[in-house]
């Protein structure tokens, strides 16, 4: 599994994100390409602690173990799966204003201080490694790339 924290696979993301079009139509799912940027970035903000994960349903509070091993794991994301209820986007985004809000996030995802970014407890996936956290979050952005035709 690549890792965001690597040079070659930040740069990847970057290019991929760079070449995704508006009105690009997705292979699965339901999101407009704007809002799939625009649910890349909320995930980036609650990970970086700029934002709190709100409205987390009770089942997936009893189930945050098994959802941990999934998201950490190294296979990748299934299509179609269910995600989190503040991370679903409804509504109309800006195409341009989201692909520069979701670069901005990636640079400050890397930016931040190893020595905070693992102390700090996601609210439903607890404490991670600079490691887990790399290969999370490079899997989670390969996914919705793919999801809209930008290939690895």
Aim: charged share 30%.
């Amino acid at each position: 599994m690549k890792n965001l924290y690597s040079p070659d696979a930040h740069d990847e993301i970057v290019e991929r994100v760079g070449h995704l079009q508006r009105g690009a139509t997705a292979e699965w799912g339901t999101m407009n390409v704007s809002q799939m940027l625009a649910h890349c970035s909320e995930t980036i903000e609650v990970f970086n602690g700029t934002k709190e994960l709100e409205g987390t349903p009770r089942i997936a509070k009893l189930l945050k173990g098994l959802i941990r091993r999934e998201v950490f794991a190294d296979k990748p994301f299934g299509r179609n799966v269910r995600t989190h209820p503040q991370y679903v986007m409804k509504g109309d985004y800006e195409f341009d204003k989201e692909r520069e809000r979701l670069l901005a996030n990636i640079a400050a995802f890397l930016a931040e201080d190893p020595e905070v970014a693992s102390r700090r407890e996601h609210p439903l996936l607890g404490t991670s490694t600079l490691d887990e956290r790399g290969r999370m979050m490079y899997k989670h952005l390969d996914h919705h790339l793919r999801q809209f035709g930008s290939q690895g």
